[in-house]
């Protein structure tokens, strides 16, 4: 197996000019893919941050009704005769 600098292979070109074309076209293209998967992995991030902010806010809404329900169920039968 032949391989580039850029360490792809590069055996089906069959020539050492071949064999750099191929390996200049991959190396320009790893830049590309790493600056598309670098702006989605930061647009994904921000959207989960802001998801789990969401979640986070109306978990704690969630728990302060339950809790207020429950003082007054407390409040309730501490009130009742023994």
């Not at 197996?1 to 750099?20: E, I, N």
């Not at 991030?45 to 728990?63: C, D, E, P, Q």
């Amino acid at each position: 197996m032949c391989r580039s600098q850029a360490g792809w292979d590069t055996s089906l070109t069959g020539d050492a000019v071949g064999r750099d074309v191929v390996a200049m076209a991959f190396a320009a293209h790893g830049r590309h893919r790493f600056s598309f998967q670098l702006a989605f992995n930061r647009s994904f991030f921000t959207t989960l941050l802001l998801s789990w902010n969401y979640v986070k806010t109306s978990h704690r809404a969630a728990a302060e009704a339950l809790q207020r329900e429950i003082d007054k169920m407390q409040k309730k039968t501490e009130s009742l005769p023994a």
